[in-house]
């Protein structure tokens, strides 16, 4: 009964969730005039002009009422264009709202109603603005990911004193540092070859694995390298992909599969490492 109303409520909450995820990764990034210091082509909007004003269309900034944003629904009802102008919408706004319901039903699938949902469900949310962010831009956004962590580290320790299960944090602690390690050293090896936004979203996505990963710290260690391994072989693919598409290769955004990897370790960490148990 009670799992019946938290998948019902959760799937509302997180169709809402992936429609706010659009308009941060609409809003956030600003294309700069002239690169930066950093060679980068793309800043970031203040937090007050993401959250405050209103929706409005991309190509001709119309006004966007209540009822062509519902999740969704409206890019069917619409054809996936704009009411007023009929400029196409991003095909990835419909997507991402139903990626976080379904990301949703596979975190309670997999581990049911518990308090230990809580890191998961956020990371669930951060994630997909990241990941998207970084598709579409190659920038993994440092204005998402440090504030995201901090928020991931506070649920973490609440998640952990109301299941008494502290030596997860602990775990965290761990997987962290054999995921985020090895990619410290490769961007300290080679600078060019990878973005520090990775490694910075790497300490994310390390400590969400590890504390999944149960109490015992070989298993955290050990699930933070197979997460590294994961996100190694799906950026491996992506690039042979993009290679086969473009006929050249090109930069590939670490973070998607980075976030990917770290979502599915964290949701299978039993199955993972039962062999070891
Ligand atoms: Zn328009």
């Not at 973005?195 to 996505?205: A, E, K, Q, Y």
Request: aromatic content about 12%.
């Amino acid at each position: 009964m009670t799992e019946s109303i938290v998948l019902f409520a959760g799937c509302f909450v997180f169709l809402a969730i992936g429609s706010f995820t659009c308009v941060v990764i609409d809003r956030l990034p600003v294309s700069l005039d002239e690169p930066d210091e950093y060679g980068d082509v793309y800043g970031s909007r203040p937090w007050s002009e993401v959250f405050g004003g209103d929706s409005r269309c991309s190509a001709c900034k119309a006004h966007i009422a209540w009822y062509d944003n519902v999740p969704v629904a409206s890019f069917v009802m619409l054809g996936g264009r704009c009411r007023s102008c009929g400029a196409s919408i991003a095909v990835y706004h419909p997507l991402v709202e139903l990626a976080a319901p379904v990301a949703f039903v596979l975190a309670l699938w997999s581990m049911g109603v518990t308090w230990l949902l809580l890191p998961v469900l956020w990371f669930i949310a951060v994630a997909l603005a990241i990941a998207v962010v970084d598709f579409r831009i190659l920038i993994v956004p440092t204005k998402i990911v440090w504030p995201a962590t901090a928020v991931l580290v506070i649920l973490g320790v609440i998640s952990a004193g109301l299941t008494g299960e502290w030596s997860r944090l602990l775990s965290a602690v761990i997987a962290m540092l054999a995921l985020a390690g090895p990619l410290f050293l490769l961007w300290f090896a080679l600078p060019a070859g990878m973005g520090f936004g990775d490694v910075r979203l790497s300490v994310m996505v390390g400590l969400l694995v590890g504390f999944y990963s149960g109490e015992n710290l070989g298993h955290a260690a050990f699930l933070g390298l197979v997460a590294l391994l994961g996100a190694s072989v799906i950026g491996v693919l992506y690039g042979l992909l993009g290679l086969a598409v473009s006929g050249k290769g090109t930069k590939i955004p670490f973070g998607p599969a980075l976030v990917t990897s770290g979502f599915a370790c964290a949701l299978l960490a039993p199955q993972i490492l039962d062999p070891w148990l």
